[in-house]
């Protein structure tokens, strides 16, 4: 019996679940539904956090807040003085480094409280990993933090343990303030500083390198102003920038090269049992691996259409742009944009809703946000397609394909395996009436016929063909342990029970390291590879044709069934029921990616 059982009690439901994953091939049904058992949730605490605002203009011998890199590269001229601004469809618009960075989740990293409550998860479950756990998910989400406590040889964990009663509290970093240095590290995120001098020291690009394997070299107090800031320009005017942030700036092509990014974008994790023991024959899980589906696809330095991380995610802008607003006027070509540009809007809404509560700096506005928000959800709309092929209507069943091409140059959709991404179809009649709807997504994010969402220890199959509305496409990860069964737990993860997250072209799945493997029923599915995938939709159909149909690909990166998981221990774990609060407070749930109609009669 799971964790679930401890709650108050059982409700008995039907669901296509429980189902062996080799028991359909391409075109068979599922089986019968089996009963499914869930539990009630814990009561909510209501608990909120309580995070203080950091000093961004902090400096110390490793680092520097980014307030002292926004000093020169963020514009606070205005109207006519401004120089850091483009003209382009929307007219002049600002793009300042540090204003572009400072509403992205790199920059917000460790404010994220769904990182909060799933580290936190992971301490509750495995208390005598902690050392462990705080360094490993430190090393990405709060870096410099993690490297300063490193070379400075200090205690590094990121809440509070024991207490003043027993004469063993230690202090985590989310119980300080302002005036400690660790905090203010830690709360700058992934960073100017950071990422500035990230050294091309020979491991980029390898395992080594990989998993928070990079490196920032120290140098000497008189020698401080040698530090490295990394840059693309091969010619950079060096003494002013020198004198007032001491740091050198130097040509470092390896700043904008793919293998800087897989430094945390590949991440292999050691798997524990329940006791909190290494797994026995499992070397690591792959957690996630997102530069290894890069070069498997198209997009890599040797494919056919060579396309590196930063291209997507910090666009190049056509026009000549000055890097600061002071120490030169150098326009540049090729600037680019320091956006990160990436899909979780929900977090970002969850970041612009309760700033004060996670510490955002109140110089931030909830515009601020907005604006990225809606920047993001238009760059989410060029990550896919979607084509509607073969319609035809037949004794009252609507048949139609579904052809979704990913157009990312990775797995969509990527990185932790919260994420999923599904199809929502809608078909009226001649009389606007609704005669069906698969995929529907209520209020509270559950997807209705997604089997995970009634039973988190559920999942759903992938399809080749769809004949109920019991039966949604959902483009995932799920994860099991040691023993095969479905886990929510990144430590206890040994495997993927199903990866049918769309490939990006060029990904043969037939060849691809085993990292990168599609797993269950997708791992059959004849049209599932290089980068697409096509459904069959069978519809039994009433009313008055001729039908339309709607058919969106919509993402959404908090999977319900797998945030109910994490909720069982709301009561327990102050962290999870805080990010509880949060979620409950939230309106946005998921975003549209593709959408497609066709009119069938």
Same mark, same amino acid.
């Given at each position: 019996?799971?964790?679930?059982?401890?709650?108050?009690?059982?409700?008995?439901?039907?669901?296509?679940?429980?189902?062996?994953?080799?028991?359909?091939?391409?075109?068979?049904?599922?089986?019968?539904?089996?009963?499914?058992?869930?539990?009630?949730?814990?009561?909510?605490?209501?608990?909120?956090?309580?995070?203080?605002?950091?000093?961004?203009?902090?400096?110390?011998?490793?680092?520097?807040?980014?307030?002292?890199?926004?000093?020169?590269?963020?514009?606070?001229?205005?109207?006519?003085?401004?120089?850091?601004?483009?003209?382009?469809?929307?007219?002049?618009?600002?793009?300042?480094?540090?204003?572009?960075?400072?509403?992205?989740?790199?920059?917000?990293?460790?404010?994220?409280?769904?990182?909060?409550?799933?580290?936190?998860?992971?301490?509750?479950?495995?208390?005598?990993?902690?050392?462990?756990?705080?360094?490993?998910?430190?090393?990405?989400?709060?870096?410099?933090?993690?490297?300063?406590?490193?070379?400075?040889?200090?205690?590094?964990?990121?809440?509070?343990?024991?207490?003043?009663?027993?004469?063993?509290?230690?202090?985590?970093?989310?119980?300080?303030?302002?005036?400690?240095?660790?905090?203010?590290?830690?709360?700058?995120?992934?960073?100017?500083?950071?990422?500035?001098?990230?050294?091309?020291?020979?491991?980029?690009?390898?395992?080594?390198?990989?998993?928070?394997?990079?490196?920032?070299?120290?140098?000497?107090?008189?020698?401080?102003?040698?530090?490295?800031?990394?840059?693309?320009?091969?010619?950079?005017?060096?003494?002013?920038?020198?004198?007032?942030?001491?740091?050198?700036?130097?040509?470092?092509?390896?700043?904008?090269?793919?293998?800087?990014?897989?430094?945390?974008?590949?991440?292999?994790?050691?798997?524990?049992?329940?006791?909190?023991?290494?797994?026995?024959?499992?070397?690591?899980?792959?957690?996630?691996?997102?530069?290894?589906?890069?070069?498997?696809?198209?997009?890599?330095?040797?494919?056919?259409?060579?396309?590196?991380?930063?291209?997507?995610?910090?666009?190049?802008?056509?026009?000549?742009?000055?890097?600061?607003?002071?120490?030169?006027?150098?326009?540049?070509?090729?600037?680019?944009?320091?956006?990160?540009?990436?899909?979780?809007?929900?977090?970002?809404?969850?970041?612009?809703?309760?700033?004060?509560?996670?510490?955002?700096?109140?110089?931030?506005?909830?515009?601020?946000?907005?604006?990225?928000?809606?920047?993001?959800?238009?760059?989410?709309?060029?990550?896919?397609?979607?084509?509607?092929?073969?319609?035809?209507?037949?004794?009252?069943?609507?048949?139609?394909?579904?052809?979704?091409?990913?157009?990312?140059?990775?797995?969509?959709?990527?990185?932790?395996?919260?994420?999923?991404?599904?199809?929502?179809?809608?078909?009226?009649?001649?009389?606007?009436?609704?005669?069906?709807?698969?995929?529907?997504?209520?209020?509270?994010?559950?997807?209705?016929?997604?089997?995970?969402? !009634?039973?988190? %220890? $559920?999942?759903? @199959?992938?399809?080749?063909? #769809?004949?109920? &509305? +019991?039966?949604?496409?959902?483009?995932?990860?799920?994860?099991?342990?040691?023993?095969?069964?479905?886990?929510?737990?990144?430590?206890?993860?040994?495997?993927?029970?199903?990866?049918?997250?769309?490939?990006?072209?060029?990904?043969?799945?037939?060849?691809?390291?085993?990292?990168?493997?599609?797993?269950?029923?997708?791992?059959?599915?004849?049209?599932?590879?290089?980068?697409?995938?096509?459904?069959?939709?069978?519809?039994?159909?009433?009313?008055?044709?001729?039908?339309?149909?709607?058919?969106?690909?919509?993402?959404?990166?908090?999977?319900?069934?797998?945030?109910?998981?994490?909720?069982?221990?709301?009561?327990?774990?102050?962290?999870?029921?805080?990010?509880? !609060?949060?979620? %409950? $407070?939230?309106? @946005?749930?998921?975003?549209? #990616?593709?959408? &497609? +109609?066709?009119?069938?009669?």
């Amino acid at each position: 019996m799971n964790r679930f059982n401890r709650h108050l009690m059982l409700v008995m439901l039907f669901s296509l679940i429980g189902l062996s994953l080799s028991a359909c091939g391409d075109n068979e049904a599922p089986e019968a539904p089996e009963p499914n058992i869930i539990d009630v949730l814990p009561n909510p605490r209501g608990l909120i956090p309580e995070l203080q605002q950091a000093d961004a203009a902090f400096e110390s011998a490793h680092y520097s807040g980014n307030l002292v890199c926004a000093a020169c590269h963020t514009d606070h001229n205005v109207g006519d003085a401004a120089t850091m601004v483009i003209q382009d469809d929307s007219g002049f618009r600002d793009v300042s480094i540090g204003r572009a960075w400072e509403t992205s989740l790199m920059a917000n990293s460790t404010r994220d409280p769904y990182w909060h409550a799933v580290f936190a998860s992971e301490l509750h479950n495995f208390p005598n990993l902690s050392e462990e756990i705080n360094d490993t998910c430190t090393r990405c989400h709060a870096p410099m933090a993690n490297d300063f406590a490193k070379k400075e040889g200090l205690p590094l964990q990121v809440f509070d343990s024991g207490s003043e009663e027993t004469g063993d509290l230690r202090q985590g970093i989310y119980s300080m303030d302002a005036s400690q240095d660790l905090f203010n590290h830690a709360m700058d995120g992934v960073s100017c500083s950071m990422c500035h001098q990230m050294a091309d020291d020979g491991n980029l690009g390898t395992d080594q390198g990989m998993s928070g394997g990079w490196t920032v070299i120290a140098y000497p107090e008189e020698n401080f102003q040698d530090r490295p800031a990394y840059g693309q320009y091969t010619d950079p005017d060096q003494g002013y920038m020198r004198q007032q942030s001491g740091y050198t700036p130097v040509y470092g092509p390896h700043i904008s090269s793919s293998e800087t990014c897989g430094s945390c974008h590949n991440l292999k994790t050691e798997p524990v049992d329940k006791n909190g023991q290494p797994v026995p024959g499992v070397a690591h899980f792959a957690e996630q691996m997102v530069y290894t589906e890069w070069e498997n696809s198209i997009f890599d330095d040797d494919g056919l259409q060579p396309t590196s991380c930063q291209s997507c995610h910090m666009p190049k802008v056509d026009q000549l742009v000055p890097l600061a607003n002071a120490g030169g006027d150098i326009a540049r070509p090729d600037f680019a944009e320091h956006t990160f540009l990436g899909a979780n809007t929900v977090m970002q809404d969850m970041l612009k809703n309760f700033k004060t509560e996670l510490g955002v700096s109140s110089d931030i506005s909830e515009a601020d946000f907005d604006e990225s928000i809606e920047r993001n959800r238009q760059f989410l709309k060029t990550s896919a397609m979607l084509e509607l092929q073969n319609s035809q209507l037949a004794n009252n069943t609507l048949t139609m394909d579904v052809k979704i091409t990913n157009l990312t140059g990775h797995k969509l959709p990527s990185g932790y395996h919260s994420r999923r991404a599904y199809l929502h179809v809608l078909v009226t009649d001649a009389d606007g009436k609704l005669v069906y709807e698969n995929g529907k997504i209520g209020p509270d994010g559950s997807i209705a016929g997604v089997s995970e969402d !009634t039973s988190p %220890d $559920s999942y759903e @199959l992938h399809y080749d063909k #769809i004949t109920s &509305a +019991t039966q949604v496409q959902v483009y995932q990860g799920i994860t099991g342990d040691a023993a095969g069964d479905q886990t929510h737990s990144l430590l206890a993860a040994t495997q993927f029970l199903k990866d049918n997250r769309l490939t990006p072209a060029g990904f043969d799945k037939n060849t691809v390291p085993e990292d990168v493997a599609v797993k269950g029923l997708a791992a059959t599915d004849s049209d599932f590879n290089n980068g697409q995938d096509t459904v069959t939709y069978e519809i039994a159909v009433t009313g008055k044709p001729p039908y339309s149909a709607l058919v969106e690909l919509r993402y959404q990166p908090l999977a319900f069934g797998s945030l109910m998981s994490l909720f069982a221990e709301s009561d327990e774990v102050d962290q999870v029921d805080m990010f509880r !609060t949060i979620y %409950d $407070s939230t309106t @946005l749930r998921d975003e549209v #990616i593709a959408t &497609a +109609t066709t009119q069938v009669q």
